[in-house]
């Protein structure tokens, strides 16, 4: 699965953020020992990657890397060995997400100084333009080959996107002039925001079968949906009802259910496997951020779930993808260093 993170409009996350808290605090008292003792994980540290994006089911891992001068080069990672995607002509290049066949996507600069979504297939990168304006980004492509991210148009507005046989097609909006989409799975089903008619405010959507329905939040202004599985579970972050705090949200039957944090104020969830097992950051009460995946349900911090010889020197500070194999691509500290980490389960040693 991958998950996208990155910003249009707002600077919220879709390419570039406690009803169920108190499950959350028990976890961390005692509840989830059981799953702990059963879970562990290794860490394997993806060296000149910086910023980790996706993974796909076979565990091939994209993201970007910066050179010496500065600029952004797409990445994939196959077998612990980096290749550079290279660009559409200009300086810099992102990957964003990868499927099962190793297909990328993302965003490049092209030699005319726009930026365009790009998808690469046997080594070559496509240009998939835009729908009108100057600047497109590509987040996420499913088995089929379908691609979907956002595009602006010749009017100036910004549009969420399926690409299929090159061919970009706007996928509309809920009623508003801005919107972007973060997620495909394999029956072709899309996550993303979209500002609502007559609105300031963005709310998650999920397009079945070419119709486009609001998700709603969890009782505050906006949401954000940024990652779906094959069974059509959506995962996202939307605001509740205290003012200025965001949760981690998964949809269970179409209901948008609060996955809480990790004892702090804001969390959120960026990708969900085929295993209902959701991944994402939370604050912790220290305020600190901190990598999580769902257990039983129940979010977990991930740094109790590495082995102590390493939880003494890495942080893990947010989990971007997960795979149905359960590898985590995370983001992590060690040293006082930002890196980019690969997850493996591994049997817990007693």
């Known amino acids: 699965m991958e998950a996208q993170k990155h910003a249009i409009g707002n600077g919220r996350s879709w390419s570039g953020k406690p009803s169920l808290q108190a499950l959350t605090v028990l976890a961390a008292m005692g509840l989830a020992s059981n799953a702990h003792a059963a879970v562990r994980y290794s860490i394997t540290d993806l060296g000149t990657l910086d910023v980790v994006t996706g993974i796909n089911n076979v565990g091939q891992v994209v993201g970007y890397s910066y050179t010496p001068s500065g600029s952004a080069r797409a990445f994939v990672m196959v077998d612990g060995v980096m290749t550079d995607l290279g660009t559409l002509g200009g300086d810099n290049s ?8 190793g297909q990328v996507v993302g965003r490049s600069s092209t030699a005319s100084g726009e930026d365009h979504a790009f998808v690469m297939v046997d080594g070559v990168m496509t240009d998939l333009g835009t729908l009108g304006g100057r600047d497109s980004r590509a987040n996420a492509i499913n088995d089929a080959g379908q691609v979907v991210g956002w595009s602006s148009t010749a009017s100036g507005g910004i549009r969420p996107f399926v690409a299929e046989n090159g061919v970009m097609t706007d996928l509309g909006t809920l009623g508003g002039r801005t919107g972007g989409a973060a997620a495909i799975n394999d029956a072709g089903q899309v996550v993303g925001a979209s500002y609502t008619a007559g ?30 599985n094959n069974a059509g579970q ?3 972050e939307s605001y509740t009802t205290r003012s200025g705090d965001y949760h981690a949200f998964v949809t269970v039957n179409g209901v948008m259910t609060d996955l809480g944090t990790l004892g702090g104020d804001d969390s959120r969830a960026l990708d969900i496997n085929d295993a209902e ?9 220290s305020g600190k951020w901190h990598a999580f995946v769902t257990i039983d349900g129940v979010m977990t911090d991930l740094n109790a779930l590495l082995d102590p010889a390493d939880a003494a020197v890495w942080t893990l500070t947010s989990a971007i993808a997960i795979n149905d194999a359960g590898q985590i691509a995370a983001q992590a500290e060690i040293n006082g260093q930002h890196r980019a980490v690969l997850l493996t389960r591994v049997p817990r040693r007693f």
């Open 94 to 101: 992102y990957a964003f997400g990868i499927n099962d066949a």
């Open 199 to 228: 609105s300031v405010f963005e709310h998650a959507f999920v397009t079945v079968d070419g119709v486009m329905t609001d998700l709603g939040t969890l009782g505050g202004s906006d949401s954000w949906a940024l990652g779906i």
């Open 234 to 236: 959506v995962v996202g």
């Open 277 to 285: 097992q959701v991944v994402g950051d939370s604050r912790t009460a």
